[in-house]
Structure formats: C-alpha cells, structure tokens
C-alpha cells in the first residue's frame, strides 16, 4: 500500500487530500515524465466545495493500492506502484480537471 497524497480538490474522491476510492489506477504507458501519467480513477466534481466521497460508502484513508500503468517508472513492479509515497496533482501542461503522478521517475 501506498501513502498517498492528493491534490486534485475536483475529483469527487477526494476528501482532506486523501482518496476515498479504496484503490486507484495511474494511466501512462509510454510516459518519460509526470505530465504524461494520469489518474485514471479521477471523476471530476463540478463544485470543489461539495466535493469529498459523496458518490462514495469508503471513508478517505491516506494508504491506498495503485495499479499503475506507467512503466518507464522506477516505482513500477508488474504494473503495481512501490513507491512509499505518491502524490497525485493537476496536471501542469493539461487542461483544467486533468490530474498526473507528480512521484513519476524514471
């Protein structure tokens, strides 16, 4: 499990920078750098402020499972993240809502 920490105020999992999905999944096949990963699990929320697992019966829990696809990723072991923590964030070269792995290394 990963200790995760996520930014991305507009997916209707987050609730207090954590993720209350239970598991999440991390796109990125051919990535060689964090804006060409994303969160696959994201669902955006039209209003940040109502946002925070409402669509959701899981509590926010800050370890998580990662299945991740990116990988070129030093973190990357058969598709599983290793990685002790994470950070998901808005993508900086994206349009608004789009979110990437800013742990991604390669």
């Not at 507009?10 to 207090?16: H, K, V």
């Not at 697992?53 to 990723?73: Q, Y």
């Not at 923590?85 to 349009?95: G, L, Q």
Request: proline share 2%.
């Amino acid at each position: 499990m990963t200790d995760l920490l996520c930014s991305v105020k507009n997916c209707s999992y987050n609730a207090d920078n954590m993720c209350c999905k239970g598991n999440i999944r991390v796109d990125g096949k051919g990535a060689r750098n964090s804006c060409d990963t994303k969160c696959a699990s994201f669902v955006n929320c039209n209003n940040p402020e109502n946002c925070g697992c409402h669509n959701s019966t899981m509590s926010p829990e800050k370890k998580i499972e990662v299945k991740c696809e990116a990988v070129n990723c030093v973190y990357n072991d058969n598709m599983n993240c290793t990685a002790a923590h994470i950070n998901v964030a808005k993508s900086k070269t994206t349009s608004h809502g789009e979110t990437e792995c800013a742990t991604f290394k390669m």
